[in-house]
Each structure stands twice: as structure tokens, then as C-alpha cells.
Nanobody, 122 residues
Framework: QLQLVESGGGLVQPGGSLRLSCAAS????????IGWFRQAPGKEREGVSC????????NYADSVKGRFTISRDNAKNTVYLQMNNLKPEDTAVYYC???????????????WGQGTQVTVSS
């Protein structure tokens, strides 16, 4: 069974950092383009970042550019989202998702994780 599992969420103060992980089980993550998405209460889910299969290409939403960094370690079957200088408006459930084609913010994801909560508050 194909599964994506996110971890690393939590409560952090404004200006703080968190690193999210997206691990795959049941399949090899290397063959998939991976994206991070988020959904804040009362809002639609939005794309945050996308990384190609090799990790050589990435893109970001304007709201996180310069603060978030997506990366992957194919040997560990894991994709990361390093989030720095967090703001209260970054509060959301963060999801990773897999798709087959690299595009702006990983449009048309196929497989989803269950999400991890990130709360930025003092």
C-alpha cells in the first residue's frame, strides 16, 4: 500500500523554525515529484513548494519564498521542508503529495499524506 507520512509539525513562536519530513512506505519516492501543500482553517488548500525527482528543480509560493526550503534525500526515501522565520499566517495543516510531472507548485497530485499541524503563535 502506498503511503506518505508527514512528521515534524508542532507549536513554534513567530520567527522560529521547523523542519517537516515526508517519508514514503510501500513505494520508492525517487520516481515521484513531491509537493508540499497547506490548509489553514476556513481556507482552501494551497501549494507551498514542489521538487523534481532529482531535486535539481524546485519552486515556491510567493508567500514562502526565501523562508522555506524544500529538499529530498532519495537514499532515505524522504522529502523535507525547512521552514524558517515562521509567521502566524503560516499556521496550517501541512501535507505532502506525490505526482508524476514537475510543474508550478506540483499541480495534479496523486497520492497524499495525512498531514501534520504547524501552529505559529506566541
Amino acid at each position: 500500500q502506498l503511503q506518505l507520512v508527514e512528521s515534524g509539525g508542532g507549536l513554534v513562536q513567530p520567527g522560529g523554525s521547523l523542519r517537516l519530513s515526508c517519508a514514503a512506505s510501500g513505494f520508492t519516492l525517487n520516481y515521484y515529484v513531491i509537493g508540499w501543500f497547506r490548509q489553514a482553517p476556513g481556507k482552501e488548500r494551497e501549494g507551498v513548494s514542489c521538487i523534481s525527482t532529482s531535486g535539481g528543480s524546485t519552486n515556491y509560493a510567493d508567500s514562502v519564498k526565501g523562508r522555506f526550503t524544500i529538499s529530498r534525500d532519495n537514499a532515505k526515501n524522504t522529502v523535507y521542508l525547512q521552514m524558517n522565520n515562521l509567521k502566524p499566517e503560516d499556521t496550517a495543516v501541512y501535507y505532502c503529495a506525490a505526482t508524476l510531472r514537475y510543474s508550478r507548485l506540483c499541480a495534479s497530485p496523486i497520492y497524499w499524506g495525512q498531514g501534520t499541524q504547524v501552529t505559529v503563535s506566541s
